[in-house]
Each structure stands twice: as C-alpha cells, then as structure tokens.
C-alpha cells in the first residue's frame, strides 16, 4: 500500500513536512468509530477536504498495522493539538515555546480502531509496544511517560476517553512503556560462576562479546579486573 503524504497546514508555520526531530515518541488514540476498520480510518482521514491522515499509522483489532505516512518524513496531521496544546506536560509546554507547529514534535501518531472507551485488544498493545520500541531505537529517546502520551495528554480541549478513560489510562499507558521497554532489553538472566569459568567464556556461550557482556550496567563492576568473578549478568 502506497504511503500518503500531509498537505501543509498552516499554522503556526507550514506544518506537515518533518523539520525537527521530534521529543515524543508516540501520541496514542483511538477511534471513536468502533465499527470502522484501520484501512477505512486510513481513507477516511485522507479525504479531499483533510489536510491528510491524523494519524502515522491506523491499527486493527487484531493487531494489524496500517501505514498511512511515513513519521520521518511527516507528522500526523491534527489542528487541536496546535489550537490548544496542554502546556502542563514539560516535553509540549517546550515544543510550544519553540514556536514551531506541535504535530512535529510527535513522532509517531498511532489510532487503534475501536470504540473510545475500549480499552485496546492485547494484540494492539502488541502492535503499539513494538512501534514505540522502534521509534525509541531509531531516534535515540527512551521510552517513559513523558516520550509516550495520549491524545487527552496533548490537547487541552476535553477528550475524556481518547484514548481511554482518566480511572484507567495511566495503568494502560504503562502497560504499553513497559512492552516496549521489555522489547528493546531482553530479559535478564543471572549466571552463577563456577571455578574456572572465565568471562569471555561466558560471554560466549550467551552469544555475547566480552564487551557486550560487560556492558550491562549490572557487570560494571567486573569492568576492571575482568579476572575472577562469581556472578555474571547476561542477556537470555
Ligand atoms: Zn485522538
């Protein structure tokens, strides 16, 4: 499927075509069709009178991405977020004190198809996680509450349930944080060391470098003596 491009949009600026690395990874939403698939949200923001999709990618209920445009080239299109940004969170109050439109400082918009006060299927979180995670790796921001937000983060303008309602969002946002975070660091796996077991020995049968190995913030201290040791971190 082709990728779709934001027409320019004004405010404050042009808007549309990506001029800044962004600060917030991910803006999450959902759909407040919930009969609509991802395709069909996809067309639907892209009609003639839109300036273009309000979302970088649409997600269904099974956890199929959708691309609509591609995030390093334009931000998702969205006029609220620029009419009335919530200047509470640090990361908008400075996107919005350097003057330039809003929706460039969010890297990926991300909708998943369903009704507003759904909460996303396990196969979304999914899909959401594994985007996040990406966008963390390839711009080099670390995933955590200010790097991820919700659509009710961004606008001021009352959006109750957008993505989910305040007496459960929190917990859900961090479900997504910790998805993500889980993906881009494996799982820790603590070695007990025998006599005799060396470090590169170990690395080794980890698949690791001994300075892979010996990166983990948890081996620091075998950093220097590199010699004797009788535990060990590595990644499963
Ligand atoms: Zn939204």
């Not at 309602?165 to 917990?171: F, H, I, Q």
Request: one cysteine or more; aromatic letters at 6%.
């Amino acid at each position: 499927m082709a990728l779709l491009t934001n027409k320019a949009y004004g405010y404050p600026t042009r808007g549309a075509r990506r001029r800044r690395k962004p600060t917030i990874l991910a803006c999450l939403h959902q759909t407040a069709n919930a009969k609509a698939t991802a395709i069909q949200e996809r067309t639907y923001a892209n009609r003639p009178d839109s300036h273009g999709p309000s979302a970088t990618a649409y997600i269904d209920r099974d956890g199929t991405i959708v691309r609509a445009i591609d995030p390093a080239k334009y931000a998702a299109w969205s006029q609220g977020d620029v009419a009335h940004p919530n200047t509470k969170l640090p990361t908008i109050a400075a996107a919005v004190a350097s003057g330039v439109n809003m929706n460039e400082w969010v890297h990926e918009s991300i909708e998943c198809s369903g009704a507003g006060t759904e909460p996303y299927t396990d196969a979304q979180f999914e899909a959401v996680a594994q985007l996040v995670a990406k966008a963390s790796k390839a711009l080099g921001i670390p995933v955590n509450r200010s790097t991820v937000v919700v659509h009710a983060d961004i606008n001021s303008v009352s959006r109750r349930s957008d993505p989910w309602p305040p007496a459960t969002r929190e917990a859900r946002v961090k479900r997504v944080i910790a998805r993500a975070n889980a993906i881009l660091r494996p799982p820790i796996t603590t070695v007990t060391v025998k006599a005799g077991d060396t470090l590169s020995g170990i690395a080794s049968a980890h698949r690791l470098t001994l300075k892979a190995l010996l990166a983990f913030p948890e081996n620091a201290k075998y950093r220097a003596t590199r010699g004797s040791s009788t535990q060990a971190t590595s990644s499963a």
